[in-house]
Structures are given as structure tokens and as C-alpha cells.
């Protein structure tokens, strides 16, 4: 008698093992693809604030964006160029151009480079001497330059599960800095 009750108690917890495994195994891949997205999130902001403070800070523009595509890998790396796009954005005010009575000025896109081929456009602006649209910058007082970090990337789900599908599939991270005086 006692026998057969153990037998029973095993089957019984079989069962209910394979039933709840697969969830416990959905779930346990879930919180893994949460983790890769922070993970991969996270070393965008920090690329971009890296790089957007050494070009601010006077570094060659294409030394910095080479320092943190170097430095974000494997996130961000020349052998997935089509998964990814830098853009740097030098801004300047509008030379030419007065400002206007309340101190707003026009300012414009001085140099503009990109690393990746990832088919995004910068949100900023394109193309060197077209004015910008970041917001307020009507607001901003004379003689200000801006440098811009945009990054674009396509986030792929490591594991193919409901939480990684249900991600966005492209992150952007926009960081700016400014030197104030006219300085560059």
C-alpha cells in the first residue's frame, strides 16, 4: 500500500512538472531578453555621452566616434555596420543672420559626420548649412556651438521570445553639449 501511494505521488509530480516547466523556462527567457535590451540601452547612452564629450571638448570628431565604437563592442562594431548609425552634428549660429531683438538666434549645421549604415536620418537635421530643429533652440543665446551625438540602432532579440518581440525594434539616443563664447 505504501508502495503504490509513492508511485502515485510521482506521477502526480511529473505532471505538474511538466506543466509548469515551460512557463517557468518562458519566464526564465524573458527576464534574459529584458536584461539584453537595459544592457544594450544603456551602452548606447553611455556611448553617446562619451563621444559627444570629447568632441565638445575638442577632440577630433572621427577620433571620437571611433573611441566609442571601439569602446560599445559588441553592441556597436564594424563587423554589424548595417544594424547601427552614428551621427555627429556640429551646430553653429547662423553667420549673417542678427538675432533677434529678444536674443533668439538662427543656428545652423556646420559639419555633420556619420559612422554605419543603418538607413536612419538624423532628427537634428541633415546636410551642412540647413538650419536645425531641436526644440527651443530659438530660446538659446548668441554665439553657442552644439555638438550632437545621434545613435540609431536595430535591436534584434537574442532569444525569440513574446517580451523580445514585443520590444521596439530601434533605439535612438540623442546627447548634446555646448561650448558657450563663440568657442568650438
Not at 526564465?28 to 535590451?37: F, P
Not at 540602432?153 to 533605439?171: C, E
Request: hydrophobic share 40%; glycine share 8%; net charge negative.
Amino acid at each position: 500500500m505504501i508502495l503504490k501511494h509513492m508511485q502515485s505521488n510521482k506521477g502526480q509530480t511529473l505532471t505538474e512538472l511538466t506543466l509548469i516547466f515551460p512557463l517557468v523556462l518562458f519566464l526564465a527567457y524573458g527576464a534574459i531578453e529584458v536584461g539584453s535590451v537595459i544592457s544594450t540601452y544603456l551602452a548606447l547612452t553611455q556611448a553617446s555621452l562619451k563621444a559627444v564629450n570629447l568632441a565638445s571638448r575638442g577632440t577630433d570628431a572621427n577620433l571620437a566616434l571611433d573611441a566609442i565604437i571601439a569602446g560599445a563592442a559588441p553592441t556597436i562594431s564594424d563587423s554589424n555596420p548595417g544594424q547601427w548609425k552614428i551621427i555627429y552634428t556640429k551646430i553653429v549660429q547662423t553667420s549673417g543672420v542678427p538675432c533677434s531683438p529678444g536674443g533668439a538666434c538662427d543656428y545652423e549645421i556646420a559639419a555633420q559626420i556619420v559612422k554605419g549604415t543603418f538607413a536612419q536620418s538624423s532628427q537634428v537635421g541633415d546636410d551642412v548649412g540647413n538650419p536645425v530643429s531641436i526644440p527651443e533652440i530659438d530660446k538659446v543665446t548668441a554665439g553657442q556651438t552644439f555638438h550632437v551625438i545621434e545613435i540609431f540602432y536595430d535591436y534584434t532579440p537574442n532569444i525569440i521570445t513574446f517580451v523580445g518581440n514585443m520590444m521596439p525594434k530601434t533605439f535612438y539616443d540623442r546627447t548634446i553639449f555646448t561650448n558657450t563664447k563663440g568657442a568650438s
